[in-house]
T-cell receptor, first 110, second 117 residues
């Protein structure tokens, strides 16, 4: 039973445009949601997070939106750059543990 | 600026062999974690530790043991390796100060690719 789902295995976006990555969850007890970025042969690196009591958090080109009623969050990257090409993981925290989605591979086209 | 260091980076084992994966962090973090990542899946927590001398089970603990004898080290052991344990293993650490429910992102090592034949 996947509690955190990323339904798009991959996404291709033109450089300079907006990238939108989506994540759905089933457990309303999650208290924090985080996005991590992963390059091949490296560990994930933290990107941005949002508390369950907020609906938006922004950090430079990255914005995360949380819709609690729909149990949905999204990561917006504006503008998209070639270095953004990576796998993006959504994760949700509860009881000392992070529950991870399967990831979305973002490809930025020049 | 080592951060989280995992050794070895690659290893091939035969079924039934044992081995230990080592994770070391130099950030004085309280919490440490072991995950496995399989193709098409997210990371799954094997075991974690909230401080020196403590360990706890995660989502998929069967077939693994851990020890946290020193604050900076977290060891993951496979007593009798099975092909189902072929995976990429990631270690992570986080500060752990104050409430865990605050925003305390985990810092990851670069992984150990383990194949069990």
């Amino acid at each position: 039973d996947q509690q955190v789902k990323q339904n798009s295995p991959s996404l291709s976006v033109q450089e300079g445009r907006i990238s939108i990555l989506n994540c759905d969850y089933t457990n309303s007890m999650f208290d924090y949601f985080l996005w991590y970025k992963k390059y091949p042969a490296e560990g994930p690196t933290f990107l941005i997070s949002i508390s369950s009591i907020k609906d938006k958090n922004e950090d430079g080109r990255f914005t995360v939106f949380l819709n609690k009623s729909a149990k949905h969050l999204s990561l917006h990257i504006v503008p998209s750059q070639p270095g953004d090409s990576a796998v993006y993981f959504c994760a949700a925290s509860r009881n000392y543990q992070l529950i991870w989605g399967a990831g979305t591979k973002l490809i930025i086209k020049p | 600026n080592a951060g989280v260091t995992q050794t070895p980076k690659f290893r091939v084992l035969k079924t039934g062999q044992s081995m230990t994966l080592l994770c070391a962090q130099d950030m004085n973090h309280e919490y440490m974690y072991w995950y496995r990542q399989d193709p098409g899946m997210g990371l799954r927590l094997i075991h974690y530790s909230v401080g020196e001398g403590t360990t706890a089970k995660g989502e998929v603990p069967d077939g693994y043991n851990v020890s946290r004898l020193k604050k900076q080290n977290f060891l993951l052991g496979l007593e009798s390796a099975a092909p189902s344990q072929t995976s990429v293993y990631f270690c992570a650490s986080s500060p752990g100060t104050g409430s865990f429910y605050s925003n305390q992102p985990q810092h990851f090592g670069d992984g150990t690719r383990l194949s069990i034949l």
